[in-house]
């Protein structure tokens, strides 16, 4: 195991061993399976600031659409200040392009200490005793396609996860949908500011918004039975987060423009 994941991976497996411990009295074999869900939901709370912050900018680029492009047409000759002001703009109301996948990209060391977790035999030099673990029969350190493979118990659980990671990216791609229209418009004012750059990439991040929930099944079928289930259980919390800060700082029909007032 790599030293720079050697302390993570060992801290969260003592911690992961005494969920599991605090959850032992929970019947068939669901105490290390819950543990991970516990430690999956610890770690969406520690990035839960960064989550709101990003949803707090999604809706004041929203809010900020009119502005940007008064700004448009008043500097549309002269491009240099126009960029100025609306960086200026965006620096005044605490918001940027990219924030938003900032709660994304803090998930990846998490993920991969997951991943190293259950697929090292040893941590700290001991046996891992945590892929003695199951989950209705399957270990939680099998792969879909390994040991009794995907016509088996152990294949029966898999594809449950698999059709649980697919129903959460469903309702997932239906929520990047519900909120396309404001994102559009914030896109369509970025690209009049800013020649085309900010749409690009609003128009990417709401293709990989489309994408990445199917993708995590196909993540799914190729890591360890734990890492899948740290994948649905983040799925699924990113899936009712979003929900709930988007009624809070996204502004909708009927509602007011500024949703921090």
Known sequence: MSSLFGVPVDLAYHLVCWLAAVLGPLPGGLAAAAAIIVFTIAVRLLVLPLSYYALRGEGARSRLQPKVQELHKRHAQHPERLQREVAALYRAEGTGLFAGCLPMLLQVPFFSVMYRLFLSGTVGGAPNTLLT?????????????????????????????????????????????????????????????????????????????????????????????????????????????????RRRFLPGPGRADSPDR
């Open 133 to 245: 673990h199951d989950l209705l029969g399957a270990p939680l350190g099998s792969h879909w396609l390994s040991g009794a493979g995907p016509v088996s118990a152990q294949g029966a659980v898999f594809a449950a996860l698999f059709a649980l990671l697919c129903v959460v990216a469903v309702f997932s791609v239906r929520a990047a949908q519900r909120g396309a229209a404001q994102a559009d418009g914030a896109a369509q004012a970025d690209s009049a500011a800013q020649a085309g750059g900010a749409a690009q990439a609003g128009k990417l991040m709401a293709a990989l918004a489309r994408v990445m929930p199917f993708v995590t099944v196909l993540v799914a079928a190729v890591v360890p039975l734990a890492a899948g289930l740290y994948l649905l259980t983040t799925a699924a919390w990113t899936v009712i987060e979003r929900a709930v800060l």
